[in-house]
């Protein structure tokens, strides 16, 4: 086994994270002995709570919500998804700073495909707009769906979101209160963190298609 590799997941709430068990199985894949915490940091906390945990020797975190949007303001250089993104899910230590990577859309994309679950010339609908939602929707939009919704508690962020991408495809957002969409949806994605405590955005039966697929970018109850 070589060096320990000393990594953390950032979030607020952080407890339900399974990302400790999933590296460290990672790890021991390649012969890597991999430490992997959990640290519970508020938006205003994270850049003290991060720069402790490099100071004592981190090389790489994951954030989740709600701390992909400010984790970019941590790092001194982006990839190209995270600055389409506008937000960062994964940091790693490189020249003597932070680099931030947006993986959102490609792993879904990838799991998506593993589950035969198609996007060309579908229509597909993403409840949420912060950084989960942003992170997809670049590779999603690749993908050539017919159509992608956006609907969000405020509508001013669903709007502002797909505006940043509607050079890339057909996309538009409205307020979740205010749709008016009749069986519509062969794919909804649910990107708000509303999972994490065991309840649901208010997703209604009629805006789907009858063979409708549901995919929630959170696990929890």
Known sequence: MSASLKLAVFGDPVEHSLSPRIHTQ???????????????ASIAQLPDSIARFRAAGGQGANLTVPLKQTGLRLCMKLDQAARQASAVNTLVTI??????????????????????????????????AGGAAA??????????????????RTAARAIEL???????????????????????????????????DGSLPGIDRNWLTPDAVIYDLNYGP
Request: cysteine-free; overall charge negative; hydrophobic content about 40%.
């Open 135 to 152: 992170g997809i929707l670049g590779p999603l939009l690749l993908d050539e769906p017919q159509q992608v919704r956006i609907l969000n």
């Open 162 to 196: 797909a505006e940043r991408f509607q050079h890339r495809g057909p996309v538009e957002g409205a307020a979740l209160n205010q749709a008016r969409v009749e069986g519509e949806f062969s794919l909804v994605i649910q990107a708000t963190s509303l999972g994490h």
């Open 95 to 128: 020249d003597g700073g932070w680099h931030g990577f947006n993986t959102d859309g490609p792993g879904v994309m990838l799991d998506l495909s593993r589950l035969g679950i198609g996007v060309r010339n579908e229509r597909v609908l993403i409840v949420g």
């Open 26 to 40: 990672f790890g021991r894949q390649f012969e890597i002995d991999v430490d992997y915490r959990k640290i519970r």
